[in-house]
């Protein structure tokens, strides 16, 4: 086979690793990337690989968010302004918010969290990754029945799937987690999970590609996809530099859309923007936090790192913007109060904001795009970028130099509307 020349546009999780893939199996690969790499979504995200956990599209998802409209603490917030892109793509979401869609998108990525799973655990031992790697899994704590209720229902839905969570009793959790707080009636534990340093994971990824004869352009936006007829040439940057290629790949996240008007693809993926409070105990003071955890009810996710533990989530639909909402950050610490000792003592080490790409049925767009030759989008992965990252560089591989993939990736065309 040939060496195919391929361009990547976007150096979060997803383009590096589409990277990766395409470089470890000899084609000659260029990442482009606008900003640094690993600076957007990748750069804060909560950490947690959770394979086979639920997508958003859950049944009442959208009637409790209305009912929260104007509560800035609400997880899923909508600020109230006028915007009939996000209202048409609220109504479609919802139209996907049913259990039928919700079991039909566990059967779609469940196989795609096992094998991505199994493709971190290679990763990181084949090519000696330094991102503080942990495959202990994580455990989801709550403080009402009604938030329990949900986790078991999350966990039932699991197991057909080849995952083996379990429930556990307040006084179970506590013996795992010391510093879970009296108040928590109990929790799942889903051990099919892992944790890491989501940037360092994306810089050393980075690094292994470049090893493996890849180029990374860094600083440098892309203005147009070139193409001839219905097959691509390659891509123009800003500056008016033309790079030729064989094929293109879009991990975009939430601008891809941008780029593929011209070929008459409208992507609905939407930014949600997430935030991040990183905090660390205070001089002399013992670890917050020895085991992941999320927070049933607030849907924060507490992540311990190296030195300091991270708090993260909220689904903020306001734009693509990074305008970063002080009540938003300061939630993430109230939420963590109530269920673990030590967050009002501990010391705020940074915090940020980012934008993660979400479709209206919760699954991501990964593959060609029809009626276009050497056209491909990795995108909309909503909160499983860090999850599916490896499995997602595999299907573009495959896609990109052996026109199919092995692994069920159907659900994920970019023709199925929605």
Not at 43 to 70: E, M, Q, V, Y
Not at 306 to 333: C, D, I, W, Y
Request: some cysteine; glycine content about 12%.
């Amino acid at each position: 086979m040939a060496e195919r020349r391929v361009v990547v546009v976007g150096g979060g999780v997803i383009g590096v690793c589409c990277a990766y893939f395409l470089a470890k199996e000899g084609a000659d690969v260029i990442l482009v990337e606008r900003d640094e790499i690993g600076c957007g979504a990748s750069f804060g995200n909560a950490g947690t690989i959770a394979a086979g956990h639920p997508p958003l599209n859950k049944p009442g998802r959208i009637r409790r968010s209305i009912l929260d409209l104007l509560n800035p603490k609400s997880p899923l917030y909508i600020p109230l302004r006028w915007d009939p892109g996000l209202i048409r793509w609220l109504w479609t979401f919802r139209s996907f918010c049913t259990e039928q869609h919700l079991k039909a998108s566990m059967g779609a990525l469940a196989p795609l969290g096992h094998a991505s799973l199994e493709l971190f655990d290679s990763l990181v031992e084949s090519e000696g990754l330094d991102c503080n790697y942990e495959r202990a899994g994580y455990y989801e704590i709550c403080r009402t029945d009604k938030g329990l209720a949900e986790a078991v229902h999350d966990a039932a839905m699991m197991r057909p799937h080849g995952f083996h969570p379990r429930k556990m009793r307040f006084d179970e959790l506590r013996e795992v987690e010391p510093a879970i707080l009296d108040g928590v009636v109990g929790g799942v534990y889903f051990p099919e999970a892992a944790t890491c340093d989501p940037h360092r994971f994306v810089l050393e990824l980075a690094d292994r590609s470049v090893r493996l004869g890849a180029q990374i352009e860094t600083g440098r936006g892309v203005s147009e996809i070139l193409s001839s007829g219905r097959s691509i040439q390659g891509v123009r940057f800003e500056d008016g530099e033309v790079i030729e290629a064989d094929a293109v790949v879009l991990a975009t996240g939430s601008y891809s859309s941008v780029l593929t008007k011209k070929f008459g693809l409208h992507l609905p993926v939407r930014a949600g923007k997430g935030y991040h409070r990183d905090l660390e105990v205070a001089e002399g003071g013992e670890t917050l936090l020895s085991v992941a955890c999320v927070l049933a009810e607030t849907s924060v996710f507490c992540t311990p790192m190296r030195g300091f533990t991270r708090l993260a989530g909220t689904l903020e639909f306001s734009g693509v913007n990074h305008q970063m909402r002080p009540g938003r950050l300061k939630q993430l610490t109230a939420a963590a109060e109530v269920y673990l000792d030590g967050v009002r003592e501990a010391v705020i080490r940074s915090e940020w904001c980012g934008l993660r790409p979400c479709t209206p049925d919760g699954i991501p767009y990964v593959g060609p795009v029809p009626g276009q030759s050497g056209l491909f989008v990795a995108t909309g992965h909503a909160m499983l970028g860090l999850t599916l990252g490896p499995v997602t560089g595999k299907l573009i591989e495959e896609h990109v130099l052996r026109g199919g993939t092995s692994l069920p990736s159907e659900a994920l065309e970019i023709q199925r509307g929605g």
